[in-house]
């Protein structure tokens, strides 16, 4: 069998395929951190779980081209051994749990054992140190195996090479939807060495402190609504606030994260030192939610950038200018972006944390399968030449994009920015009060 940290041809183009794919997915991947990547030496990444397979996609956005990154994943994805086969030749080895049998535990010896095996020869691991996911945008409880692997591999390379952790925090605009925003942090390495000799001399205690270590790396690193009772209620306000925020476009991305970072610090802070606090942010949130049904608002979706009325007008003459490009994009794109959506629901997905990796997996398959079909089909209808078949594969996709993000994307904005000068000049009070319930909400919250 070869070894699963080896770099295939076939491998490395599919790599960059499917790393294009993901970059398409979002419509801006921001990354902060990169000048923490160890440029040599075994390193793990340890990125908080949230968004199933494009958790892991997000790490080969930084991840090193020379090198392998090897994954863990859950072990009931490989019963079936075609599957198998193909999760080992997407470098992902199986990580059994108690809920897959207690005898079956056993088996992460030999997972454990190439684990090192790749961090001996230089290469990457990406473990997921909550263990489970969730779409709660909290750091949970941290498991143990990350560091039993790490601990494990520093013992048997030795003082040779130091065994680093690096912390990833992950920060998605939407979990689910296409053309949303992708925050990737990564902080400072843990290194496995200076715990090594506490390890040796007692295991309990060695683990737990570079798992505190580790956690409190990952909530500098992400938004952490670390709430239980009140959830549901600061994720509302968290999102009125940030949502806000970001269609008015007042911060750049790294900016909006940090906004976005102390906005769910500044709610937590309530629930620990001023608890009182909460039953206002009930009265002010459901006072928000009242006022958007009043209006016919979409709570989350009316915000919208301030637009002089020159620019309305000189916008909505691009706009139908560029009509007939968008309308070309959308035909042509149509299918491959909707067959996913049918793919998902005939496969019995449910779980929402699970639909982007769908929608992203099956446009892998989708999209140039239908920019094949169509080329085929429109150079046949025509009778256009070989050549043009070649061109109309990249012309498809240049122009779903723009019709995606230079058409639609920013038309959605500017009907919006026209509804809210429409708003603000027919419900003058109304939107007052909108508003100012949002910055009673911020004034709360010290933001």
Not at 404 to 411: E, G, I, K, L, N
Request: contains cysteine; proline residues 4%; glycine residues 4%.
């Amino acid at each position: 069998m070869s070894r699963i940290y080896d770099l295939p041809f076939l491998y490395r183009i599919g790599k960059k395929y499917v790393v294009f794919i993901y970059k398409n997915y979002y419509n801006k991947i921001t990354i902060t951190g990169t000048e923490n990547i160890p440029e040599t030496g075994p390193v793990i990444f340890a990125p908080n779980h949230l968004n199933a397979l494009m958790d892991d996609m997000a790490v080969l956005m930084f991840a090193s081209k020379k090198h392998s990154t090897v994954y863990l994943g859950r072990a009931d994805m490989f019963k079936k051994p075609l599957v198998a086969r193909f999760l080992r030749f997407a470098k992902i080895m199986p990580a059994f749990r108690i809920r897959d049998g207690y005898e079956n535990l056993k088996k992460n010896t030999e997972t454990f054992d190439e684990s090192a095996e790749v961090l001996k020869n230089g290469h990457a691991l990406c473990i997921m140190p909550e263990g489970n996911q969730e779409l709660e945008r909290k750091v949970r409880p941290l498991v143990k195996g990350i560091f039993r692997i790490a601990f494990t591999a520093q013992n048997e390379i030795g003082e040779a090479k130091n065994v680093t952790i690096l912390p990833v925090g992950l920060d998605y605009e939407h979990f689910i939807r296409f053309g949303k925003n992708l925050t990737i942090n990564i902080g400072k390495p843990i290194n496995v060495s200076d715990y090594i000799n506490d390890f040796n001399e007692n295991q309990a205690k060695a683990i737990n402190e570079i798992k505190d270590k580790l956690k409190f790396e990952l909530n500098e690193l992400t938004v952490n609504l670390d709430t239980v009772e009140n959830y549901e209620l600061f994720e509302l306000v968290f999102n009125i606030i940030t949502s806000k925020a970001a269609a008015e476009k007042i911060y750049n991305a790294t900016d909006l994260f940090k906004f976005r970072k102390q906005t769910a610090k500044s709610l937590i802070n309530i629930e620990k030192h001023s608890p009182e606090k909460i039953t206002k942010l009930k009265d002010l949130s459901n006072s928000y939610l009242k006022s958007c049904e009043q209006l016919k608002l979409n709570p989350l979706k009316w915000f919208a950038q301030q637009i002089k009325l020159k620019d309305l007008f000189f916008k909505g003459i691009y706009f139908t200018i560029c009509s007939p490009l968008f309308f070309c994009g959308l035909i042509l794109n149509i299918l491959p972006f909707t067959l996913p959506l049918y793919i998902r629901k005939i496969v019995g997905i449910k779980f929402p944390g699970f639909f982007s990796t769908v929608y992203y997996g099956a446009g892998i398959i989708t999209f140039p399968l239908f920019y094949i079909l169509q080329s085929i089909l429109l150079t046949t209808l025509f009778h256009w030449s070989w050549w043009i078949f070649i061109v109309l594969i990249p012309l498809q996709y240049f122009l779903g994009k723009f019709a995606f993000f230079a058409w639609y994307r920013r038309f959605n904005e500017y009907i919006k920015a026209v509804k809210l000068k429409s708003l603000k000049q027919k419900n003058q009070i109304n939107y007052n009060r909108l508003i100012s319930i949002i910055e009673d909400l911020k004034d709360s919250l010290s933001i």
